[in-house]
């Protein structure tokens, strides 16, 4: 057959479709047949060549095992371990599989780690070993008669066991919690595990408006505060930075803004006070050299826990009632000096420490009125120089004076405009907690 007639089919289908106006069906089945044409063309041109036939060979060479080595039992890590009742730093190092008898006698026979090493029920215990046992450190945290966090360590320096109690240098993270209420408030804010610190400042932020007892089943809290965190640890809690309450359909929001290193206050969206608060100050015109919570020394950066505020002010100066009360404590104790504790309703205490000497018919179990002297600036117990260390305590925990009882100033106008754009910051956190359709949710 002579295949190059079949490469003149298109042209004649093209005559065909020009001279007799056939339809386009036609052309369109003219068209494979060109492609089959043209392709058997080409494959009829080529040489057809067979693969090689391939080799195939079986190999067989035995390996050498590889050697078999122990672990290195030097290699140290560290590991942690949480204290349980009745624990001492020797039984938690057993139970570690920590074989190390000159360790264990130091720990039996150093009164500096006697002192140090009290171990507190819940707290983690980091213990640096190998595989074969040997201790090379242990450290964990521990409250000093002040409440300042000290990272007690005991480590090997020049072959000799030591151990030391130091500052902890912590920082401060935002920590966020949102918790839509199926039960009481007190028991959905434990149980979502919202520090007690932090549920004492929110007990009182609204408490001129509401009870947190008050809320139901369906209303939510969105919460922001300070975490104090050393070595990936949670250790103390800081303020409540911002909260937000929706409670019966109703919004609630309080800022906290501090007015300068040692106060501060709670303000609502707009910048106004929250809380009224006492109508007086304890001391007139003095100004608080220390404030509540847990403070960072400037140069060390360590962390001590202050229970109260501390007011500046010379020796002799007058103190007095801030708020209507009862006298249930006039006493002189060793740390507090001159002490005075005056309970102003059901919940809510004061306390007035380091007096040089007490008011005029200052007697337990007596009445003051606002503006009523108590007692008199000074420097008993344990205190460094003159000053009023004044504690505000609600159901006996320490709260902030400042944003819970004493008068809350207004905002200059630089300080709204400082307030605003840290109300900016916060609230962008608590609409995004608004928006998680969960019963509590959590971002650390």
């Not at 030097?74 to 949480?82: G, I, L, S, V």
């Not at 109690?165 to 959905?188: M, Q, W």
């Not at 400037?298 to 229970?307: F, T």
Request: with cysteine; glycine share 8%.
């Amino acid at each position: 057959m002579d295949y190059r007639k079949l490469l003149h089919i298109p042209q004649k289908c093209a005559s065909r479709l020009v001279n007799h106006h056939l339809s386009w069906l036609g052309v369109a089945a003219c068209l494979p047949l060109l492609g089959t044409a043209t392709a058997f063309a080409v494959a009829n041109g080529a040489k057809e060549t067979l693969p090689e036939q391939v080799q195939q060979q079986q190999v067989i060479e035995r390996l050498a095992l590889p050697e078999f080595r122990f672990a290195d039992s030097q290699t140290r890590y560290w590991r942690d371990e949480a204290v349980k009742r009745g624990d001492t730093v020797a039984r938690v190092l057993n139970r570690l599989g920590v074989r190390d008898n000159e360790a264990h006698a130091f720990l039996y026979t150093s009164p500096l780690a006697k002192d140090l090493l009290k171990l507190k029920v819940g707290a983690t215990l980091t213990v640096q070993t190998n595989d074969a046992g040997e201790l090379f450190g242990l450290r964990f945290l521990q409250d000093d008669d002040n409440g300042e966090q000290l990272l007690v360590a005991l480590e090997k320096r020049d072959g000799k066991w030591q151990a030391s109690a130091d500052p902890v240098a912590a920082e401060s993270v935002e920590t966020v919690r949102s918790i839509t209420l199926k039960r009481g408030a007190a028991a959905e804010l434990a149980a979502a595990r919202v520090p007690a610190d932090i549920r004492n400042q929110l007990s009182e932020v609204f408490a001129d408006q509401f009870e947190l007892s008050s809320l139901k089943p369906g209303d939510r809290i969105n919460l922001v505060y300070e975490t104090m965190v050393y070595a990936g640890t949670a250790i103390a809690s800081g303020n409540l930075l911002a909260v937000s309450i929706e409670r019966a359909g109703k919004l609630h929001q309080a800022f906290y803004f501090a007015h300068d290193s040692e106060s501060g206050a709670y303000y609502d969206g707009e910048g106004k006070p929250i809380k009224k608060g006492f109508s007086r100050q304890p001391v007139a015109g003095a100004r608080i050299s220390s404030g509540f919570g847990l403070r960072k020394h400037p140069i060390l950066r360590s962390l001590r826990m202050h229970s109260g505020i501390d007011y500046a002010a010379s020796a002799g100066t007058p103190i007095v009632a801030p708020a209507d009360g009862e006298l249930v404590k006039v006493a002189r104790e060793n740390g507090y000096g001159n002490v005075v504790m005056i309970r102003h309703n059901g919940k809510l205490t004061t306390l007035y420490a380091h007096m040089s000497a007490f008011g005029k018919g200052i007697q337990p179990g007596g009445k003051v009125k606002a503006g009523d002297v108590i007692g008199y600036v000074g420097s008993t117990g344990r205190s460094t120089g003159a000053h009023l260390h004044f504690e505000v305590r609600v159901n006996d925990q320490p709260v902030d004076p400042a944003t819970n009882a004493l008068p809350t100033p207004g905002l200059s106008k630089t300080q709204l405009a400082q307030f605003d754009a840290k109300k900016q910051v916060l609230s962008a956190r608590l609409n995004l907690l608004q928006s998680i359709p969960v019963n509590v949710a959590q971002i650390d």
